[in-house]
């Protein structure tokens, strides 16, 4: 079938397939295709099946070879790629190059043209000098902590004077009201309740309210400015009736051993829980650091390598980056697109300011691979189990039932994969010169997450 191929790279990742298939061929397939509707074809002063071909011709020859030239081309495609290196991405599907020229009685050339999966010329990895700084836990960090476990225990109690402060949690009644003291239609809200200070109420009057007292009600006049937060009240004059009707406050536990034993039962005294929280934060510190690290050299890697991302693979890296997304804001796709449109933004805009960082993530990503691929990794089982374990143990959960859900969602491999990973940049941090650039606070690393 055929006759003649050629493969041609023609940059970024792309190639350009050109096939030849002989003319033997090329005719052969348009007869057969003509003969196949001839058994069927029912054209009137003809019986079925009885209709000769070059009647068939003279009213669809052009449909007839443009099916004819269709089969070729998919054909003879599926037959040279099975046979070459270079094979398409999973993702991107061959787009033809220039326009069919399609006669059965000449060799049938055509060319398409699609993404592979790209060469990459790995650079130096090893024995290289970055810049990481150095994390320390300071007791400002744990008392950080011991605040948030307060807060998380606290109770919310009724206050005994009623009279509103910051950080207080109230219950207010209130409406917009027009010139002749009426409510505005729509604008009124019965047992509304948010935290004084934290500006999550629609009109913005955490400081007007400080300083009432429970059962009181008095009006406000507010004037917004141009750059208010809140869209509609720009610029606006409102006057709103505003009662209190409840005025409670959080009630903080006492740091003590009562304290930690409410945490947990593996704590018996406040000493142990610091001790438990002071060595989470320094894993915190470590894996922070770890990051940065790795960050780091694969940065310097990159600079001495030279690759190209295929435009399908960078189409496919941004497309997922969406869905994560409109998965993150707890949004279908279509809500995700009109919020957009009313920030005068679209999807595209926002996928070409993501571009270069994701152009940069899949770099690092290939290039940790071909690394992998020469280092030559190996993971075995009872470091899997190991991982697995340490995944029950976080999750508070029965290491068979762990490994089942990995077995069952074919996660095992993404597991010895990424074990993979940690094995080779501990092996690559250690044969590398890393100078301390600064000292941080774990603050400054975990962004207040630590």
Do not use: C
């Not at 295709?33 to 058994?39: D, G, M, N, P, S």
Request: negative net charge; without cysteine; hydrophobic residues 30%.
């Amino acid at each position: 079938m055929v006759s003649e191929k050629q493969v041609e790279r023609i940059g970024n990742s792309a190639v350009r397939l050109t096939v030849t298939v002989d003319r033997d061929t090329v005719k052969k397939e348009y007869d057969d295709l003509v003969k196949e509707y001839a058994k069927k074809a029912q054209i009137k002063g003809f019986r079925p099946g009885k209709v000769p071909p070059e009647i068939l011709e003279r009213k669809f020859g052009e449909s007839l070879q443009a099916e004819a030239s269709q089969k070729v081309l998919e054909d003879s495609l599926k037959e040279v790629i099975e046979d070459i290196d270079e094979q398409p991405l999973p993702y991107a599907r061959p787009e033809l190059d220039g326009e069919i020229d399609f006669d059965i009685n000449r060799d049938f050339t055509f060319s398409v043209t699609y993404d592979v999966y790209p060469e990459i010329k790995l650079g130096e990895h090893k024995g290289l000098e970055i810049e990481a700084p150095e994390v320390e836990v300071t007791d400002e960090d744990l008392e950080r902590e011991i605040s948030a476990i307060q807060e998380q225990n606290a109770i919310v109690i009724d206050k005994e004077e009623g009279t509103v402060e910051k950080d207080d949690i109230v219950t207010i009644d209130y409406r917009e009201l027009d010139e002749n003291d009426e409510t505005v239609e729509g604008t009124s809200r019965e047992d509304f309740v948010f935290t004084v200070g934290t500006g999550y109420n629609f009109y913005k009057i955490d400081d007007d309210i400080l300083g009432m007292k429970q059962d009181e009600e008095k009006v406000i006049e507010k004037e917004y400015p141009e750059d208010a937060e809140v869209e509609e009240l720009r610029g606006e004059k409102k006057r709103l009736s505003v009662k209190v009707k409840a005025v409670k406050q959080r009630q903080l536990p006492d740091v003590d051993d009562e304290l930690a034993q409410d945490v947990s039962d593996e704590y018996e005294t406040l000493d142990d829980l610091k001790k438990d929280i002071r060595s989470r934060l320094e894993q915190t510190a470590e894996s922070r650091v770890y990051e940065m690290k790795k960050q780091a050299l694969l940065d310097k890697v990159l600079e001495n390598s030279e690759i190209e991302v295929p435009e399908s693979m960078l189409q496919m890296e941004l497309e997922n980056s969406w869905r994560n997304f409109t998965s993150r804001l707890q949004m279908n796709e279509d809500d995700v697109l009109q919020l957009l449109t009313a920030q005068g933004r679209s999807k595209e805009d926002l996928l070409e300011e993501w571009k270069p960082d994701a152009e940069k993530s899949l770099k690092q990503r290939l290039l940790t691979n071909k690394i992998l691929e020469n280092e030559e990794i190996e993971v075995a089982d009872e470091e899997v189990d190991e991982h697995l374990e340490q995944q029950a143990k976080q999750s508070n959960m029965d290491t068979a039932r762990v490994r089942e859900y990995y077995e069952s969602q074919n996660l095992l491999d993404y597991v010895k994969h990424d074990i993979q990973e940690r094995k080779l940049f501990e092996k690559i941090l250690e044969e590398t010169k890393v100078k301390t650039s600064e000292k941080l606070k774990l603050l400054d690393v975990a962004g207040g997450n630590a």
